[in-house]
């Protein structure tokens, strides 16, 4: 039986085309439809020595925390809904351990804006305002467990069905006690209150580009 180990995906040589407070984000080397999440290397060699990738701490711990709520909703069937990015598994990199996930566009094919970049350039009208409330109540619904929602963390993707609103990080409980995970209700309340902050944000940010563009 063949038990060869998977080629290293090399990423070194490429410039992310997204970047995060924590990860970097890569077009995937061989596929156009997906990206690969790394640890920045700030991330990565911080204390890089005494852990271990995919362990419940350490510098990788933000990587295995999303791996374990993707398997969760695979294992509930929730892992096709509309507002949750595809998750296609772990891998390894020349820049350590990724994972793969499905790439979200926007019309013109490119990467889809995130609702903060969309809201600075143009506004948060009615639509995207409903949009927001409907992937609000779809994650409260589904009982979603998310570190944080804000603007910069969901993005409006477009297909041959149209647009919708992904949230594309933050996916799982960061809690030391994972009380979003063990209760519903902890979840559903906390969710509201991320909602409720990003939707006070993104409502702070119109009207600064209201009145910049006013003066």
């Not at 040589?13 to 061989?30: E, T, V, W």
Request: hydrophobic content about 35%; some cysteine.
């Amino acid at each position: 039986m063949n038990h060869s180990t998977p080629p290293l995906l090399e990423l070194g040589h490429l410039r992310p085309i997204a970047a995060g407070s924590y990860r970097d984000i890569y077009q995937h080397p061989h596929d156009e439809n997906l990206l690969v999440k790394v640890l920045t290397e700030k991330a990565r060699s911080r204390r890089e020595a005494w852990y271990k990738a995919w362990r419940s701490s350490g510098p990788y711990k933000t990587l295995s925390r999303e791996v374990a709520e993707y398997k969760s909703l695979r294992r509930k069937n929730l892992h096709e809904l509309s507002f949750i990015q595809k998750f296609y598994g772990k891998a390894e990199t020349d820049l350590g351990m990724g994972i793969v996930v499905e790439k979200l566009c926007d019309r013109a094919g490119g990467l889809a804006p995130t609702v903060k970049q969309i809201v600075q350039k143009n506004g948060l009208n009615d639509e995207l305002r409903r949009m927001l409330h409907e992937l609000r109540d779809g994650v409260i619904e589904n009982n979603i467990v998310f570190t944080d929602i804000k603007g910069s963390n969901i993005v409006l993707a477009h297909d041959r069905h149209g647009g919708r609103l992904v949230v594309i990080d933050g996916l799982g409980d960061r809690l030391w006690l994972p009380v979003n995970t063990m209760s519903a209700k902890v979840n559903q309340f906390n969710r509201w209150r991320h909602f409720e902050r990003a939707m006070a944000a993104l409502e702070e940010l119109n009207r600064d580009r209201v009145s910049s563009a006013a003066d």
